[in-house]
């Protein structure tokens, strides 16, 4: 039933009041690569609307109808006009059809982490929220995300998408923010600094780090890793990094 109501309020907007040839914005991260920063840093720029991780398939135009309907809504944007229309996605099943996103009004941008903290991060994370994974489960779900990521920039136009690492947005932010500003031909220049948000810690990361409302680092505490899966996730890592700079 409530599925059924939002479809029908999606389909009354859209016949009223969406604007047409909307842009959207993905944000393609992997669990803990720092995708819950930067799209608090986004969706505080007056062009663009967001909320975290929305979980939808995108799977044809109806459902980015949806998303853009639901986003704009919960980001108190409806009847904005809204150069961009931002979510975060950290896991390939969120977009299945690639080609989808092979189009002029969809940009996205990569972005990675080194493995070491990231493995150690998630693995904290899961017996925090006590769901406990395997090291070998956990070194799997970042592989198979980086080989997307090298899938994905074969599918669509090298214009579309940008890449940068989470310890650039840390060691090179005013670079790295004027490198997405100018990718994203916004007005006003992103800010290190954010507002926090309706979301903050309910989608992505739940830690107090993500209340500070600025980029700054923080000393990850690192879980002692198996060697040879650590090997290949670096493997991975710097294939997956030579890929993106040499496409």
């Known amino acids: 039933m409530k599925n059924l109501l939002k479809n029908l309020l999606c389909s009354v907007w859209k016949t009223l009041f969406q604007k047409k040839n909307q842009k959207h914005l993905f944000l393609m991260g992997h669990p803990r690569s720092g995708s819950s920063l930067l799209m608090h840093i986004l969706t505080s720029n007056n062009e663009i609307a967001g909320f975290g991780e929305y979980l939808i398939k995108y799977n044809d135009s109806k459902s980015f109808d949806l998303a853009e309907f639901d986003i704009k809504r919960k980001s108190k944007s409806l009847f904005k006009s809204i150069k961009w229309v931002a979510n975060q996605v950290n896991h390939h099943s969120i977009t299945p059809e690639i080609e989808l996103?092979?189009?002029?009004?969809i940009k996205l941008i990569i972005l990675l982490r080194k493995?070491?903290?990231?493995?150690?991060?998630?693995?904290?994370l899961a017996e925090r929220k006590q769901?406990?994974?395997?090291?070998?489960?956990?070194?799997?779900?970042?592989?198979?995300?980086?080989?997307?990521?090298?899938?994905l920039i074969n599918k669509v136009d090298r214009s579309q998408w940008l890449f940068l690492t989470y310890e650039s947005l840390l060691s090179e932010k005013e670079i790295a923010l004027k490198k997405l500003s100018?990718?994203?031909?916004?007005k006003e220049m992103l800010s290190p600094k954010y507002q926090l948000?309706?979301?903050t810690q309910v989608?992505?990361?739940p830690s107090e780090n993500i209340k500070k409302g600025a980029i700054f680092k923080t000393n990850s505490k690192q879980i002692p890793w198996d060697k040879k899966l650590l090997e290949e996730a670096n493997k991975v890592y710097e294939n997956t990094i030579s890929n993106l700079l040499h496409f």
Do not use: A, H
Request: glycine share 2%; charged share 30%.
């Open 182 to 186: 100018d990718f994203l031909e916004i």
């Open 101 to 105: 996103l092979n189009s002029k009004d």
């Open 131 to 151: 769901k406990p994974m395997s090291q070998n489960d956990i070194t799997k779900m970042y592989v198979e995300r980086l080989n997307y990521f090298s899938l």
């Open 115 to 124: 493995p070491e903290e990231t493995l150690s991060s998630i693995f904290l």
């Open 197 to 199: 948000k309706q979301y």
């Open 203 to 205: 989608w992505g990361d």
